[in-house]
Nanobody, 124 residues
Framework: QVQLVESGGGLVQAGGSLRLSCEAS????????MGWFRQAPGKEREFVAA????????RYADSVKGRFTISRDNAKNTVYLQMNSLKPEDTAVYYC?????????????????WGQGTQVSVSS
């Protein structure tokens, strides 16, 4: 079973930054499309960002473009989400997910493996 473990969440003031990490078991990362999703209380799960196996194909949600950056280090089996200029509306539980495919997608149903999530809270 593929294991994904997120870290790096916390409480930050608006305008601040956080970097989330997601470490995958084995050689999972090099053979997987990786995505970040988030879910705020009372809201539906939404797509944040995703990248391809080599990191060359990237997609972002419109709400985070220009502020968030997804990257990966396949040698470390880790994908990152650098979050800058954070806003209160970014507050949510952030999940990483893996899909053993080639095409980057924003559809959560395409991802097979999920981490447990890490809380990000942004205060005004």
């Amino acid at each position: 079973q593929v294991q994904l473990v997120e870290s790096g969440g916390g409480l930050v003031q608006a305008g601040g930054s956080l970097r989330l990490s997601c470490e995958a078991s084995g050689r999972t990362l090099s053979t997987s499309v990786m995505g970040w999703f988030r879910q705020a209380p009372g809201k539906e799960r939404e797509f944040v960002a995703a990248n391809s196996r080599a990191g060359g194909s990237i997609r972002y949600a419109d709400s985070v473009k220009g502020r968030f950056t997804i990257s990966r280090d396949n040698a470390k089996n880790t994908v990152y989400l650098q979050m800058n200029s954070l806003k209160p509306e970014d507050t949510a539980v952030y999940y990483c997910a893996a899909d053993r495919s080639v095409v980057v997608t924003s559809k959560s149903t395409q991802y097979e493996y999920w981490g447990q999530g890490t809380q990000v809270s942004v205060s005004s």
